[in-house]
């Protein structure tokens, strides 16, 4: 009895797998670009919001970062949220806005609010040409000719909160919370896609390794509402 | 006859009646059980000291606890559209740190049991409908502490108010009734 056995197809296909393989690694570096884009988009729109539910839910702490009564609004915000693929990863940056609301005890916009409640900075009022200021307390009407000084303006618990909520995010919330609950991580962890085209990848190669690993990379995103 | 919105499927109202109903089980958290007023609130342009003034008031709790919820994220963790995830930001007051720190413990361990936690919630639901229809079928219930450290408020009325959050996410599918949307 004689068997023989034809290595050469057998050759071909693990030289294909082996190429499919390698192809998907490049495909999801061919598509790192992109996904980090995607990933920054979502890490973007879910800090604003973490900020405006947070803001919602205790305004005394974050409502110097909005237009005045608008604490949480989404359009009444005095941040920006400036997140930026880098050459290694994902960049982002906070900056306030000039607020262009006006308080009931005032006539212009307070000037730097964001910045200077969040700071801490202390500030003094002056009446201008010798006139009165005038502003109301629980209800009450006040006039004065002195100089107010203003030790905490927005409040003593407006100072560092949005910088605290800024670091929650990331230190605690991003990690622990959202990148599972966003479906990311899992999706991460078990690239289907790559199993899914094993058998075509076995018969054609590197060419649909590269497909399909860059098809996998660029859909994973965070599934924010 | 009319529809009303209140008839829609809507999570936090079944989170919000079992966590009080838990709540109010313990003497000391600040909840009244005998007091028709549930302290816990969706957010609203009402300062937080006019909320508790108000809690004050209607349990006759000298330091009550309350609680201001916000929807905080909705998540789509897969293609089946019917399943859906979302996340509740609760923030607890009280100016007893001794009821913040207790309804954080009660919370944290009735609700961070995924989905035996669901099950225990659709069963108390399921039991206490009161007339409305129980539309909502919980699947998992996490807990996350936001916050490592409480923080403390100073009120206008030189009380000191503390604070601390959780964070409360839940899967769930809507059971479709005449009301709802397929």
Same mark, same amino acid.
């Given at each position: 009895m004689r068997v023989s056995f034809d290595t050469k197809h057998f050759d071909m296909q693990m030289l294909n797998f082996l190429?499919?393989?390698?192809?998907?690694?490049?495909?999801?570096? !061919? +598509? =790192?670009?992109?996904?980090?884009?995607?990933?920054?988009?979502?890490?973007?729109? +879910?800090?604003? =919001? @973490?900020?405006?539910?947070?803001? =919602?839910?205790?305004?005394?702490?974050?409502?110097?970062? @909005?237009?005045? @009564?608008?604490? +949480?609004?989404?359009?009444? =915000?005095? @941040?920006?949220?400036?997140? !930026?693929v880098i050459g290694s990863g994902i960049s982002i940056r906070s900056t306030f806005r000039q607020s262009s609301s006006i308080s009931k005890n005032s006539t212009k916009p307070f000037y730097d609010k964001a910045r200077i409640m969040e700071n801490g900075i202390p500030i003094s009022i002056k009446p201008k040409n010798n006139s009165v200021l005038t502003f109301e307390i629980d209800g009450e009407q006040i006039f004065t000719k002195k100089e107010i000084k203003v030790p905490f303006p927005g409040g003593p618990e407006a100072r560092g909160s949005y910088q605290k909520i800024f670091d929650e995010f990331f230190r605690l919330y991003f990690s622990q919370s959202f990148l599972k609950a966003s479906g990311l991580f899992d999706y991460l962890e078990n690239p289907i896609a790559y199993k899914a085209n094993l058998v075509s990848g076995s018969q054609s190669g590197k060419s649909k390794g590269i497909q399909t690993g860059y098809n996998w990379i660029i859909n994973a995103k965070i599934g924010v509402e | 006859m009319g529809k009303t919105v209140a008839a829609l499927p809507y999570p936090p109202k079944w989170i919000n009646k079992y966590i009080f109903n838990e709540l109010a089980q313990y003497d000391d958290i600040g909840v009244s059980a005998v007091s028709q007023l549930t302290p816990i609130f969706a957010t609203s342009p009402t300062n937080t000291e006019e909320i508790y003034k108000n809690v004050v008031q209607a349990t006759a709790i000298s330091e009550p606890l309350v609680i201001i919820y916000d929807r905080l994220m909705t998540f789509r963790p897969s293609v089946f559209y019917p399943h859906k995830r979302e996340q509740v930001i609760y923030y607890l007051y009280s100016t007893s740190l001794a009821n913040v720190n207790n309804a954080n413990i009660v919370i944290s361990q009735l609700l961070d049991r995924e989905d035996a936690a669901a099950q225990d919630l659709n069963a108390f639901c399921a039991a206490n409908t009161n007339g409305e229809d129980f539309n909502v079928f919980f699947r998992n219930v996490k807990v996350y502490q936001a916050q490592e450290a409480r923080d403390v408020l100073d009120l206008a009325s030189a009380r000191t108010m503390f604070v601390n959050k959780l964070i409360i996410e839940y899967d769930y599918h809507a059971q479709y009734n005449e009301n709802s949307y397929k």
């Open positions: 190429e499919y393989s390698t192809g998907f690694i490049e495909g999801v570096q !061919k +598509g =790192r670009t992109l996904f980090l884009k995607h990933l920054s988009d979502g890490t973007s729109e +879910g800090l604003k =919001r @973490y900020i405006d539910s947070n803001a =919602r839910a205790n305004p005394q702490a974050l409502q110097h970062v @909005y237009e005045w @009564y608008k604490t +949480g609004s989404p359009e009444a =915000r005095l @941040y920006n949220i400036d997140c !930026k | -």
